[in-house]
């Protein structure tokens, strides 16, 4: 499990600092602002986020992205069911790595 540190946007300009992905990641922190990155260069893989707050109903309903395919750079808001409110952490599953790098920034 690798830890994802997002980086703040400024006036002045953020360059996106990407690491590889593993099959389980944490944002540390996470809001419900964090945009989250994902590039793949070929390699198909499914993100999931792992819900850790119940809806209305008292579930928890992981959220599902993909399969992204192709090489391409595809971008989401972490969604606030996934992100832990003890910790401020969310938990982003991968399910294939090999070509896939992620990043995160806070939107302000």
């Known amino acids: ?3 994802i540190t997002p980086q703040t946007v400024t006036r002045a300009g953020t360059t996106e ?3 590889p992905a593993t099959a389980s990641d944490t944002i540390t922190p996470a809001t419900p602002a964090t945009r989250y990155r994902v590039t793949t260069t070929g390699t198909a ?3 999931t986020f792992v819900a850790v707050q119940p809806c209305s109903q008292g579930l928890t309903h992981n959220v599902t992205w993909g399969p992204l ?3 391409a750079t595809n971008e989401t808001l972490v969604p606030p069911q996934c992100i832990d409110p003890a910790t401020g952490n969310a938990t982003v599953q991968h399910s294939a790595t090999t070509g896939v790098t992620v990043g995160a920034v ?3």
């Open 1 to 3: 499990m690798a830890t």
């Open 17 to 19: 600092t990407m690491q």
């Open 69 to 71: 395919t192709g090489t």
């Open 45 to 47: 893989t499914t993100i």
């Open 106 to 108: 806070i939107l302000g």
